[in-house]
């Protein structure tokens, strides 16, 4: 959508101030530990854009509060797996060889949209050692969310996900569907019959840049619209609006142990159906 559209189609600017206003009629409290997906244009025209929308977000938080957001970083992979777009094999050996290692403070999501961009570089907030699948946390619990992020399963036990799972977080769908809904994948560790893989990406070992392999599993968020609208007939999910935007926010442990549930009967079901 063209900025010219956006102004348009949008009431009266939004501000600072009034998503603040709308994210507390949502629901959102001081004091949460809030994981956000976000959509920037789904909002409407924002006064100040994504620096607006996160300061908004840390207004109601507070500092009691604890905001993450994942910064994901995919074009860091082997690319002998990359398919939009794929680039010739020849090429797979000097990308391996030359491309830069991860870095929390310099690289840059992919993918993931203007308002996770500002929040990743803003001075007080921590991000993830994962190369593919970090998380910035900011507030009262960022150091314990994002430390010792496993880099083997990134999205399991050992990452920011089941660190917001101990303390009971909550998920903010700003705009957008299940699909972007990164806590889901949490459940597809947990539930048996995941897909062993293996996956690399450059990280600075040992201080030296190496081209590194580590174990994971074969994940597929395409399934999650579907596995949310199933939440939704049986669980509570608060849905508002936020500037322009249509919003979810649920706790995420009753949908990560809906998701655990449905992913192991769908794998079952379909194991079944294999033989």
Same mark, same amino acid.
């Given at each position: ?24 009629? /949502?629901? $959102? !409290?001081?004091?949460?530990? /809030? ?36 910064? !994901? ?9 990359? !398919? ?88 903010? /769908? ?85 998701? $655990? ?15």
């Amino acid at each position: 959508m063209s900025e010219h559209t956006m102004v348009q189609e949008t009431p009266e600017p939004r501000t600072r101030q009034s998503l603040a206003h709308d994210l507390r009629q /949502l629901g $959102v !409290q001081p004091g949460m530990t /809030l994981l956000v997906h976000s959509s920037l244009s789904s909002l409407g025209w924002v006064c100040g854009g994504a620096v607006a929308v996160v300061q908004a977000l840390m207004d109601v938080l507070t500092g009691e509060g604890t905001l993450i957001m994942p910064t !994901q970083s995919g074009d860091l992979s082997d690319p002998t797996h990359w !398919q939009r777009p794929p680039v010739p094999r020849e090429w797979w050996p000097i990308i391996q060889e030359t491309m830069p290692a991860y870095d929390p403070h310099l690289t840059p999501t992919r993918g993931m949209g203007a308002i996770v961009e500002v929040f990743r570089a803003h001075p007080d907030t921590l991000r993830s050692a994962h190369p593919n699948v970090s998380f910035a946390a900011w507030g009262k619990h960022a150091e314990r969310i994002i430390a010792h992020h496993s880099l083997d399963y990134g999205l399991g036990e050992g990452s920011p996900l089941a660190r917001m799972y101990e303390l009971d977080g909550s998920i903010l /769908l700003l705009g957008v569907g299940y699909d972007s809904c990164t806590a889901l994948h949490l459940a597809e560790y947990r539930a048996p019959g995941g897909s062993e893989i293996e996956r690399a990406a450059p990280i600075i070992e040992n201080g030296q840049r190496v081209w590194k392999t580590y174990r994971d599993i074969d994940i597929d968020s395409d399934i999650f619209p579907e596995l949310g609208a199933d939440f939704e007939r049986s669980r509570a999910a608060i849905i508002g609006q936020v500037g322009s935007a249509t919003c979810r926010l649920l706790r995420q442990r009753p949908l990560v142990n809906f998701g $655990v549930e449905w992913l192991t009967h769908r794998r079952q079901a379909n194991i079944s159906t294999a033989k």
